[in-house]
């Protein structure tokens, strides 16, 4: 007896969706610029809890890949004394999501903890971070930065990039013309670049400039500025006044019937908070 033999005709009608036809969102820490998350859901669009406006992600409808490291456990009492238990996760030193249980379907973000770009496959397939947008290029050979500048540090230092600022620190005051001049001549050393090449813009307060840099790309002044942050002192990396205070404040239990997109309210006394209705 000759062998059954089976036939089977696929066409693309037949075929789910996969990852590459869902646009990809790549999350950052807003503090630190460390990538903490990569997902095809749109936060912005995601509902919220009530309790602390953290966004809600479903971990099973969305493709979800999280770096982040164990931030513990932590116990928030709130106003009407009930108790939370939130499984904190960090990106870096900083909490920026949790989940109510281990292993919970559902992911809370902290309200404003990440900022986002929308992700290319060129850009995820190099595996280097995109240029932040506070590094954006304004003419075919120029390239704009925004500055947020720490006055009457102990040295002189680039301490970060971030999504919405480079932070620098400088010895003297950014209301004087000596303490212009002092953030010029560190940024020429940093980007390489003559003072002729550098002007600095207004920018909302005495402490936020914008930076115009004559002659390199956005990626050159990135990667430049980048460079600098990594080769600081631990030591002096971070001082105890840019510490950010990531506590949050106990807010009142809603209803679970007034609760908005489908977000649980907080749990009773020593019981995890209910995850949003699907």
Not at 23 to 31: M, T
Not at 203 to 232: A, I, W, Y
Request: hydrophobic share 35%.
């Amino acid at each position: 007896m000759p062998p059954r033999r089976t036939t089977l005709t696929y066409s693309s009608e037949d075929v789910g969706p996969v990852v590459g036809d869902r646009p990809l969102y790549v999350y950052y820490c807003k503090y630190s610029g460390k990538h903490a998350l990569t997902t095809d859901c749109n936060l912005a669009a995601a509902p919220r809890r009530r309790t602390d406006h953290a966004i809600v992600l479903d971990t099973q409808a969305h493709l979800v890949k999280l770096y982040a490291s164990d931030g513990g456990m932590k116990l928030l009492r709130r106003r009407n004394g009930t108790v939370e238990r939130q499984f904190r996760l960090n990106a870096g030193k900083l909490p920026v999501a949790y989940r109510t249980e281990p292993e919970g379907r559902f992911l809370y973000i902290l309200d404003n903890a990440l900022t986002t770009y929308t992700a290319d496959e060129s850009a995820l397939g190099a595996g280097t971070p995109p240029v932040p947008p506070c590094i954006l290029a304004i003419d075919k050979d120029k390239t704009q930065a925004a500055l947020e500048v720490d006055e009457r540090g102990k040295v002189r230092l680039v301490l970060r990039v971030t999504a919405d600022f480079v932070r620098i620190q400088i010895k003297g005051s950014m209301s004087t013309t000596n303490g212009q001049e002092e953030l010029l001549e560190l940024l020429r050393g940093v980007l390489g670049v003559r003072l002729g090449q550098l002007s600095l813009q207004r920018g909302e307060s005495v402490r936020h400039k914008m930076l115009v840099v004559d002659g390199l790309s956005p990626e050159t002044v990135f990667s430049r500025l980048q460079k600098s942050v990594n080769s600081n002192p631990r030591s002096l990396g971070r001082s105890s006044k840019h510490i950010i205070n990531t506590s949050i404040v106990p807010m009142e239990v809603p209803d679970p019937a007034t609760a908005p997109g489908g977000a649980a309210p907080a749990s009773s006394a020593a019981a995890a908070a209910a995850p949003p209705a699907p």
